[in-house]
């Protein structure tokens, strides 16, 4: 019913009125594709905050139970890390618009702002999440009693973990932010003209 009434509106409606249907479902579109994207960035937000907070609890039980030096210090290394994840998450996070009183292309230039923060978040990931664990797994692992060959693999490990959760997040760059911030630029400047 809904389908033909607005085949209906479009057989009859004048080139004004097509322009502005066009114009509302474009920004319909939008507001799913938005509201869909941000749905998974909260999910990867909480996830990550999750997985600071039990990293930060074995890290503290670590730190009590290992009698090695170097174990302990890396353990308690991890903690400030951990932290500063859950603050550089967070603190992206307040640069999502929330004012509903704007007009929507103000909202989509926020929002286009907002996923930009996001994206740069992600594209420096090498620098502010994978390198100083690394370099912590290093310290926690040369504290341990490890045979060479048990050191090797535990490092290749936590390298190829390293090098994996880097490629997700660059491929995500690519795949999924870019794409999005074009398609806010093209309906950002539709709703200019």
């Not at 322009?19 to 869909?36: A, C, G």
């Not at 090098?163 to 795949?175: E, H, M």
């Amino acid at each position: 019913m809904l389908d033909q009434e607005l085949k209906n509106i479009w057989k009859n409606a004048n080139q004004q009125e097509l322009v502005k249907f066009e114009t509302s479902k474009l920004l319909m579109e939008m507001n799913q594709k938005l509201e869909k994207f941000d749905s998974r960035i909260k999910t990867r937000d909480y996830l990550e905050i999750i997985a600071a907070i039990v990293v930060i609890a074995v890290m503290i039980y670590y730190a009590i139970i290992i009698p090695y030096l170097f174990t302990k210090i890396a353990s308690l290394l991890i903690i400030p890390w951990a932290l500063f994840v859950i603050y550089k998450l967070r603190s992206v996070k307040k640069h999502k618009p929330a004012n509903f009183d704007l007009s929507f292309r103000n909202y989509l230039v926020q929002q286009r702002s907002y996923l930009k923060k996001q994206m740069t978040l992600l594209d420096n990931i090498l620098y502010w999440y994978i390198l100083p664990p690394f370099v912590i797994a290093i310290l926690f692992f040369i504290g341990l009693p490890l045979t060479t060959m048990m050191w090797i693999t535990k490092m290749g490990f936590v390298l190829l973990f390293s090098i994996g959760v880097l490629y997700l997040n660059k491929r995500a760059v690519k795949k999924q932010f870019k794409p999005l911030i074009k398609q806010l630029d093209d309906t950002i400047n539709n709703l200019e003209d």
